[in-house]
């Protein structure tokens, strides 16, 4: 399968601990996003990065989380301290650095904070 | 920022009948207009764009429209089929500063009956 895949597709977690979720991209891509979706909305923009620059995040992304794609390639989501408000689904996706920007979406990562 | 509104949370059509999708914004009009389909649990997938300088794209039974005067876009699908149910998020380039991410609307759940 050469798709986005994320991992792992459900975390459950209590209030107050970190999480890290992971995302590989379509390996002839060069651009990834990360965004958060929650019922019956679309999806919020949280960060992007081409290559391994982070080149820009939303003021949805408090202090307690990062975003890193150390070698242009995989990238992961940490969350510090999560609280209920941050249960979601968090969703990457991946694209080639043109114009149009079409992106392409992994199946997203179910986070539940009790 | 950008808002966009999308008509209606649920539209329910019968088979073989046309569905049209509506998408209005409210701020910059943006270079291109995207429309993607999500099913439930699943991330978004990529099905059409079109640029500030067309006025409607076509794919199969799929056909978008762009009026940058009225800032909105419509989403047509022919001869609806039950396998269209799905919701369908329309999606704004940013410009700018916000160049690299989506602004998504919450989307339109398409049901088709046979």
């Known amino acids: 399968d050469t798709g986005v895949s994320q991992d792992p597709r459900h975390k459950i977690t209590k209030r107050g601990q970190n999480v890290t979720f992971r995302c590989d991209p379509i390996?002839?891509?060069?651009?990834l996003y990360w965004y958060r979706q929650t019922l019956g909305q679309g999806p919020e923009f949280l960060t992007y990065?081409?290559?391994?620059?982070?080149?820009?995040k939303s003021r949805l992304l408090s202090d307690r989380f990062s975003a890193e794609r150390p070698k242009g390639s995989f990238s992961t989501l940490e969350i510090q301290r999560t609280e209920q408000g941050d249960s979601a689904m968090y969703l990457c996706?991946?694209?080639?650095?043109?114009?149009?920007?079409?992106?392409?979406f992994g199946p997203g990562t179910r986070l539940t904070v009790l | 920022s950008q808002k966009i509104e999308q008509n209606s949370e649920a539209l329910n059509i019968q088979e073989g009948k046309t569905a049209t999708l509506t998408c209005n914004y409210t701020n910059y009009s943006p270079a291109y207009l995207q429309w993607y389909r999500q099913d439930p649990g699943r991330g978004p997938v990529f099905l059409l764009l079109?640029?500030?300088?067309?006025k409607e794209k076509r794919k199969e039974r799929l056909k978008v429209t762009f009026d940058t005067t009225l800032k909105q876009s419509l989403f047509h699908i022919t001869a609806s089929q039950p396998a269209d149910s799905a919701t369908y998020l329309c999606a704004l380039l940013g410009r700018g500063s916000t160049l690299g991410r989506l602004y998504f609307g919450r989307g339109t759940q398409l049901t088709v009956w046979p």
């Open positions: 996706a991946s694209s080639f650095k043109r114009e149009q920007n079409e992106q392409f």
């Open positions: 390996s002839e891509h060069n651009r």
């Open positions: 990065f081409q290559n391994e620059a982070q080149l820009e």
């Open positions: 079109i640029r500030e300088n067309e």
